[in-house]
């Protein structure tokens, strides 16, 4: 079975609306990589729209779509976080944080109301963004003597390896990043350089 190295992410930060019965929604929409990420950019939300009802959000983390949050905070449990969590499991995102505020109109808006509120608002914001498709690598570190730098270098060129970080001196060390579906085949090509030595970063 093949290795799925993709997954889909927003490009940037974005922001979408949805008002009703005097209520009004503002989505933000973002790529992050990090739980602390994601901390961080709620407090600044929370900061920014520190007069709102409401800050509700979902986030989802890993290339698999491994971690995920959501927050109704405050609103009845369900009406808010989830439908969020459900655009972006929709439009198969992930490293993205959506965070929808609510300013409250007075009247109250029922179950199936917020439900639609948020989701609607959530979906404006992805809908305003760019949905890009990113490669997952795998980054390895290669020593070697000076004397295997032709070796070594000719299967970087060969498998187009991008090289993140290098350091010729005595021991030469080289990191480099790999398409997640080639990291077994570029492995074995440098394990079959008897001098020279990697090890997964």
Request: glycine residues 6%; neutral net charge; contains cysteine.
């Amino acid at each position: 079975m093949e290795i799925k190295d993709t997954y889909r992410t927003l490009s940037r930060k974005s922001e979408g609306s949805f008002k009703d019965k005097g209520s009004k929604f503002i989505a933000h929409a973002l790529p992050v990589q990090t739980d602390a990420e994601v901390k961080e950019e709620l407090e600044l939300l929370r900061k920014h729209y520190y007069d709102a009802r409401h800050h509700c959000y979902a986030w989802i983390l890993g290339h698999h779509q491994d971690e995920y949050r959501t927050n109704d905070d405050g609103e009845p449990s369900g009406t808010a976080g989830k439908p969020i969590h459900g655009q972006l499991l929709s439009n198969e995102l992930t490293n993205c944080l959506i965070v929808v505020v609510r300013y409250f109109g007075g009247i109250k808006l029922g179950v199936r109301g917020l439900i639609n509120a948020y989701k609607f608002a959530a979906a404006d914001a992805i809908a305003n963004n760019e949905i890009v498709t990113r490669i997952i690598k795998d980054t390895f570190e290669v020593k070697f003597d000076y004397a295997d730098m032709n070796d070594v270098m000719r299967i970087i060129k060969e498998e187009d390896l991008e090289i993140v970080a290098q350091d010729f001196q005595m021991t030469c060390r080289l990191i480099f990043a790999v398409r997640q579906k080639f990291s077994e085949k570029v492995q074995q090509r440098f394990t079959d350089l008897r001098k020279v030595e990697i090890e997964q970063k």
